[in-house]
């Protein structure tokens, strides 16, 4: 099959191209990308006013495959991924039973070939998320993971977590820390400060997360090994990864849209769907991640999508679990970055070829030849989120019912249309 | 003026008006309690539900007495915490209430927040009698009242609110309503238990029992929740008696006319020793009065319009 787009601007971190194009996509991969291409009878969209992005690529997110498919399964959450322009997701590992071992990593495998887009799963850092003893990350290694984490926890026992790094180093992959010390947060609901003192909620101080970047860093260097910073919130952390990154390369580290769009004033209402960990922060240290993106101290934007089930959600804030969903507002929610300037190119450079980097994985372009994974984004498009409109299972956004413009239209996958939105499935044939 | 909330749910929201408001209807429902015929149809054919998902007696009580004196039905319903955890929410516990056709949920829960997700899912009044570790609003309008009568006035007055305003939802309404009202607050306590950032909500904080009742018209002393030793918050209940602890010695200190409040229980010989307790200017029991009253005025004033 063969679909012609015509006149629309292709945005390509990976070529640095940000121009009006027609793009040929032929099969599975794009077969012509010029100035004008004329074609006979081919399917085609008019992209006038509309981008072309690769599909991008989500290193952080949670599905709830196996274990609570009454959340999320691998196949409601790639269908989820691919109708916010995902292509590619990597799912954490603290399913039930966790990614611990060899028969578990290959469920998901197998799951994952029924999914529309590529899904790729973490092992665990420690045998059953406990952070007493190491998985088998060569067993793991082996079936395929993609990198090693116990996110959800923090390794807290430093010697556990420095062997962690250095067993890793032969098989290449990156060991996440979700970098919080679990103790001195115990009991937290939200960022700790006035807000928390006038909600009667227990804070999480932003050193929870200062004391174990340091830490992590500190192992990392020691050790060599391969250390991802996951879902970064603060100023300070980010000072301490800019030094890092000074005198050692092996260290990279991402940040969740929600911590990039929301302070800790969306708990204001005791809106438990705000609720996440690490909690939303202030409107400092948005500025602050703003502009780690800006001087590329952050390598990827991530979701950190983290499906919850409304009756878990609703059982009083600090009862709830932490967590948001994220595909389907991830992309429009980045785009909105633009105006503290910084310019579409440098946030899709964030959710491509930044995260494909962290996880030397081959990053999605929009050039001949290549695999056709992209994604048509209209930038005006103004939409509701609304419990019947989320794909995913669960509902647990901070944004339900409210307006968000941009909007993902298309998604390809191997040039197959992973996802079209209904407005455009309802007016042309496609 | 005149009253337009359906709910109360805290005193953080409410204008200094709102509040002398509340107080103002509260005096003419004082005097029903004083009559043999306690009992007034303001309420009458009204239905008000205690939904109570963590235990009390006495707010409970002073809710119901409140209600059963305004004329109205007043149905205890307490939930267990364990019938929550599993799987109905607390917006399902509440809803399946108002299909019966209520007026009124006074709603105490563990968890603060709780009743701000009642008041967004149903369409009679909620009140707050008390939500984790935010806000208990008729409490301290109780205390407002109890002041006022006592005093004649709050603007100027010097409040020392002593012990753990951390966990104290107590503590956080009397803060908002003595400062709106034009009193000045001081929070004492070890600094463990003096929440980041209260002094930008207009209080002083003093970490020395003495120096924060020296000079005070009002001290406050709060119930001290034992099982917060567990989670090393001080080292010992008898250090916590030591330095935060009321008795004679520190009586002593105090202004020459001061008065004593607490929100009960009371934690004789911890928080407030015995001989103090029962002093004549301990205004404890005035409190528990007065309690019904304004409990009565809030009632009415949220209940009265619910169609």
């Not at chain 1, 609901?189 to 992590?216: C, F, Q, W």
């Not at chain 1, 092996?250 to 769009?261: F, G, M, P, R």
């Given at each position: 099959?063969?679909?012609?787009?015509?006149?629309?601007?292709?945005?390509?971190?990976?070529?640095?191209?940000?121009?009006?194009?027609?793009?040929?996509?032929?099969?599975?991969?794009?077969?012509?990308?010029?100035?004008?291409?004329?074609?006979?009878?081919?399917?085609?969209?008019?992209?006038?006013?509309?981008?072309?992005?690769?599909?991008?690529i989500?290193?952080?997110?949670?599905?709830?495959?196996?274990?609570?498919?009454?959340e999320?399964?691998?196949?409601?959450?790639?269908?989820?991924?691919?109708?916010?322009?995902?292509?590619?997701?990597?799912?954490?590992?603290?399913?039930?039973?966790?990614?611990?071992?060899?028969?578990?990593?290959?469920?998901?495998?197998?799951?994952?070939?029924?999914?529309?887009?590529?899904?790729?799963p973490?092992?665990?850092?420690?045998?059953?998320?406990?952070?007493?003893?190491?998985?088998?990350?060569?067993?793991?290694?082996?079936?395929?993971?993609?990198?090693?984490?116990?996110?959800?926890?923090?390794?807290?026992?430093?010697?556990?977590?420095?062997?962690?790094?250095?067993?890793?180093?032969?098989?290449?992959?990156?060991?996440?820390?979700?970098?919080?010390?679990?103790?001195?947060?115990?009991?937290?609901?939200?960022?700790?400060?006035?807000?928390?003192?006038?909600?009667?909620?227990?804070?999480?101080?932003?050193?929870?997360?200062?004391?174990m970047?340091?830490?992590?860093?500190?192992l990392?260097?020691?050790?060599?090994?391969?250390l991802?910073?996951?879902?970064l919130?603060?100023?300070?952390?980010?000072?301490?990864v800019?030094?890092?990154?000074?005198?050692?390369?092996?260290?990279?580290?991402?940040?969740?849209?929600?911590?990039?769009?929301?302070?800790?004033?969306?708990?204001?209402?005791?809106?438990?769907?705000?609720?996440?960990?690490?909690?939303?922060r202030?409107?400092?240290?948005?500025?602050?991640l703003?502009?780690?993106?800006?001087?590329?101290?952050?390598?990827?934007?991530?979701?950190?999508?983290?499906?919850h089930?409304?009756?878990?959600?609703?059982?009083?804030?600090?009862?709830?679990?932490?967590?948001?969903?994220?595909?389907?507002?991830?992309?429009?929610?980045?785009?909105?970055?633009?105006?503290?300037?910084?310019?579409?190119?440098?946030?899709?450079?964030?959710?491509?070829?930044?995260?494909?980097?962290?996880?030397?994985?081959?990053?999605?372009?929009?050039?001949?030849?290549?695999?056709?994974?992209?994604?048509?984004?209209?930038?005006?498009?103004?939409?509701?989120?609304?419990k019947?409109?989320?794909?995913?299972?669960?509902?647990?956004?901070?944004?339900?019912?409210?307006?968000?413009?941009?909007?993902?239209?298309?998604?390809?996958?191997?040039?197959?249309?992973?996802y079209?939105?209904?407005?455009?499935?309802?007016?042309?044939?496609? | 003026?005149?009253?337009?909330?359906?709910?109360?749910?805290?005193?953080?929201?409410?204008?200094?008006?709102?509040?002398?408001?509340?107080?103002?209807?509260?005096?003419?429902?004082?005097?029903v309690?004083?009559?043999?015929?306690?009992?007034?149809?303001?309420?009458?054919?009204?239905?008000?539900?205690?939904?109570?998902?963590?235990?009390?007696?006495?707010?409970?009580?002073?809710?119901?007495?409140?209600?059963?004196?305004?004329?109205?039905?007043?149905?205890?319903?307490?939930?267990?915490?364990?019938?929550?955890?599993?799987?109905?929410?607390?917006?399902d516990?509440?809803?399946?209430?108002?299909?019966?056709?209520?007026?009124?949920?006074?709603?105490?829960?563990?968890?603060?927040?709780?009743?701000?997700?009642?008041?967004?899912?149903?369409?009679?009044?909620?009140?707050?009698?008390?939500?984790?570790?935010?806000?208990?609003?008729?409490?301290?309008?109780?205390?407002?009242?109890?002041?006022?009568?006592?005093?004649?006035?709050?603007?100027?007055?010097?409040?020392?609110?002593?012990?753990?305003?951390?966990?104290?939802?107590?503590?956080?309404?009397?803060?908002?309503?003595?400062?709106?009202?034009?009193?000045?607050?001081?929070?004492?306590?070890?600094?463990?238990?003096?929440?980041a950032?209260?002094?930008?909500?207009?209080?002083?904080?003093?970490?020395?029992?003495?120096?924060?009742?020296?000079?005070a018209?009002?001290?406050?002393?709060?119930?001290?929740?034992?099982?917060?030793?567990?989670?090393?918050?001080?080292?010992?209940?008898?250090?916590?008696?030591?330095f935060?602890?009321?008795?004679?010695?520190?009586?002593?200190?105090?202004?020459?006319?001061?008065?004593?409040?607490?929100?009960?229980?009371?934690?004789?010989?911890?928080?407030?020793?015995t001989?103090?307790?029962?002093?004549?200017n301990?205004?404890?029991?005035?409190?528990?009065?007065?309690?019904?009253?304004?409990?009565?005025?809030?009632?009415?004033?949220?209940?009265?319009?619910?169609?």
């Amino acid at each position: 099959m063969e679909i012609l787009i015509k006149n629309i601007r292709v945005i390509d971190p990976y070529c640095k191209i940000d121009s009006i194009r027609d793009v040929l996509i032929s099969g599975a991969s794009f077969s012509q990308i010029s100035k004008s291409i004329h074609k006979k009878n081919p399917k085609t969209i008019d992209g006038t006013g509309l981008w072309l992005i690769p599909g991008l690529i989500d290193m952080h997110c949670h599905l709830r495959e196996p274990g609570n498919e009454g959340e999320e399964t691998i196949l409601s959450g790639s269908i989820s991924a691919a109708a916010g322009g995902f292509t590619t997701i990597c799912c954490m590992a603290n399913t039930d039973p966790p990614v611990d071992n060899k028969v578990v990593a290959g469920y998901i495998f197998e799951k994952a070939k029924n999914a529309p887009i590529k899904v790729l799963p973490y092992g665990t850092i420690t045998a059953g998320r406990k952070g007493t003893s190491l998985s088998p990350m060569g067993e793991l290694s082996e079936a395929g993971v993609i990198g090693f984490s116990d996110d959800g926890n923090c390794v807290m026992d430093s010697l556990i977590f420095r062997r962690a790094l250095e067993y890793s180093k032969p098989w290449g992959k990156i060991v996440i820390s979700h970098s919080e010390d679990q103790i001195l947060a115990k009991n937290g609901v939200m960022n700790e400060g006035i807000l928390s003192t006038k909600l009667g909620l227990r804070g999480i101080p932003a050193e929870a997360e200062h004391i174990m970047v340091y830490r992590d860093i500190s192992l990392a260097k020691l050790t060599g090994a391969k250390l991802h910073l996951a879902h970064l919130t603060t100023k300070k952390s980010l000072d301490l990864v800019r030094e890092a990154k000074k005198e050692f390369k092996n260290i990279t580290c991402e940040v969740a849209v929600h911590h990039l769009v929301l302070t800790e004033d969306a708990l204001s209402n005791y809106d438990a769907n705000a609720k996440v960990n690490p909690p939303l922060r202030t409107q400092q240290d948005i500025r602050a991640l703003v502009k780690g993106i800006k001087e590329n101290i952050i390598d990827a934007i991530v979701t950190d999508h983290a499906p919850h089930s409304e009756e878990e959600k609703g059982s009083g804030i600090e009862n709830a679990p932490f967590g948001m969903i994220g595909f389907e507002t991830a992309l429009p929610l980045a785009m909105s970055l633009v105006k503290y300037g910084l310019k579409p190119i440098q946030i899709i450079e964030k959710l491509t070829i930044g995260p494909a980097r962290v996880l030397k994985i081959q990053p999605g372009t929009i050039t001949q030849g290549a695999e056709a994974n992209c994604v048509i984004f209209d930038p005006e498009k103004e939409w509701v989120v609304t419990k019947d409109n989320i794909l995913s299972q669960s509902k647990n956004t901070p944004f339900l019912n409210k307006k968000i413009k941009g909007k993902v239209l298309y998604t390809f996958h191997r040039g197959n249309i992973v996802y079209s939105d209904k407005s455009m499935s309802q007016n042309k044939g496609c | 003026m005149n009253w337009k909330r359906k709910d109360l749910l805290g005193l953080q929201d409410l204008s200094r008006e709102d509040i002398e408001y509340i107080l103002d209807t509260a005096v003419s429902f004082k005097e029903v309690s004083a009559r043999p015929v306690k009992k007034v149809p303001a309420l009458r054919g009204k239905t008000l539900v205690n939904l109570f998902f963590e235990p009390s007696t006495r707010t409970k009580t002073s809710f119901e007495l409140a209600g059963k004196r305004l004329s109205a039905d007043v149905l205890n319903f307490e939930v267990g915490t364990s019938s929550v955890s599993k799987g109905e929410t607390i917006v399902d516990t509440a809803r399946n209430i108002e299909a019966m056709k209520v007026d009124c949920f006074i709603v105490r829960h563990s968890v603060s927040g709780a009743p701000f997700l009642i008041s967004n899912s149903v369409k009679a009044a909620v009140i707050n009698a008390g939500d984790g570790c935010h806000e208990h609003p008729t409490q301290a309008l109780l205390d407002l009242f109890t002041v006022r009568e006592v005093f004649g006035k709050i603007s100027g007055l010097r409040i020392a609110i002593i012990g753990d305003i951390f966990h104290s939802r107590v503590a956080r309404s009397n803060i908002w309503g003595f400062t709106k009202l034009g009193a000045k607050v001081i929070v004492c306590g070890p600094p463990t238990l003096i929440p980041a950032g209260i002094e930008k909500i207009g209080v002083s904080v003093c970490y020395c029992l003495v120096e924060a009742i020296k000079n005070a018209d009002i001290v406050y002393l709060l119930r001290l929740q034992k099982e917060r030793q567990q989670e090393n918050f001080f080292p010992s209940q008898s250090e916590y008696r030591d330095f935060f602890g009321f008795d004679m010695e520190k009586f002593n200190l105090a202004k020459n006319k001061f008065f004593l409040m607490h929100p009960g229980p009371m934690n004789r010989g911890l928080e407030i020793s015995t001989e103090t307790a029962e002093k004549e200017n301990s205004l404890i029991l005035q409190q528990v009065t007065n309690g019904i009253a304004v409990r009565m005025a809030v009632l009415y004033l949220t209940v009265r319009n619910i169609q």
